[in-house]
């Protein structure tokens, strides 16, 4: 599998299945960027930079425990409470703050085997609008891989919306990024113990990472993460004019991440 620094362009879409059904779309794009190659991304980008303010600008402190850790010591000292080894590729796939701001629901690291030769790990990062976050690490395991496709699951612990309770599980179907593939897919369901409530995804496109397609993807796409913030609390809003029932926000997990394969998961 390669990889590398890119630009993907899509469409996310979810579906309320019940208790009242409801869907929405929207237009997105995300960065895909090698923790690595950060501060030669800022270097070499009029439009982009590392941890200062920019039109497209991906700061440390907007990930992990929100300290400015770097990224790579962040996701390695997951790995290792994992049992897992370090020192491969580790790509995050996020929206990047747009003018200072930028608000992601869901920000994932591929965590490649260190020897090469694909993913060990998949790191979700979960944000929510009450200002917390929590993290799902998840080993890939090659006997749920269906071609292209990763299957995943773990059992739900972190309040996302407010409209969902917590004793819940999610399956994850991702189709990893791929330089040679060039598509994208990531698909989220959460289940309870009468089956599917929500399904969502995210599908897109690979394009070239550089100062021309980051204008193109600004003009397209205008103020994306304002506009993302924006379409949460509306649809939010129309749930519970359909008669969705609230949920208050509990506290965040004690642990900030939940490693798939424990007693917990």
């Known amino acids: 599998m390669k990889q590398g620094s890119a630009l993907y362009l899509g469409r996310v879409t979810h579906q309320r299945l019940r208790p009242a059904r409801h869907r929405l779309g929207y237009r997105v794009f995300s960065l895909l960027v090698d923790v690595d190659e950060l501060p030669a991304l800022s270097r070499r980008l009029r439009l982009f930079s590392f941890n200062r303010f920019n039109l497209f600008s991906l700061h440390e402190s907007d990930y992990g425990a929100g300290d400015g850790m770097a990224l790579r010591g962040y996701v390695e000292r997951q790995l290792d409470a994992a049992g897992l080894r370090t020192g491969g590729a580790i790509h995050l796939l996020s929206m990047p703050r747009i003018l200072g701001y930028a608000f ?31 993290s799902y690490l998840i080993p890939v395991d090659e006997a749920e891989r269906h071609g292209e496709r990763i299957a995943q699951q773990c059992a739900k612990h972190f309040h996302v919306s407010p409209f969902l309770d917590l004793d819940m599980r999610y399956d994850f179907r991702v189709e990893p990024p791929d330089a040679e593939r060039k598509g994208l897919r990531i698909g989220i369901t959460a289940r309870d113990a009468e089956g599917a409530v929500l399904s969502a995804s995210l599908d897109a496109r690979r394009r070239p990472l550089g100062d021309a397609s980051l204008a193109l993807a600004f003009f397209s796409h205008p103020l994306l993460t304002f506009k993302v913030i924006a379409a949460i609390h509306w649809e939010a809003l129309r749930l519970w004019v359909k008669g969705a029932r609230f949920r208050s926000c509990p506290p965040a997990p004690a642990k900030p991440v939940t490693i798939a394969g424990t007693k917990d998961s």
């Open 104 to 134: 992601n629901p869901l920000s994932v690291y591929f965590c490649g085997h260190p020897e090469g030769g694909g993913l060990q790990a998949v790191l979700y990062e979960v944000s929510n609008t009450f200002g917390q976050r929590h």
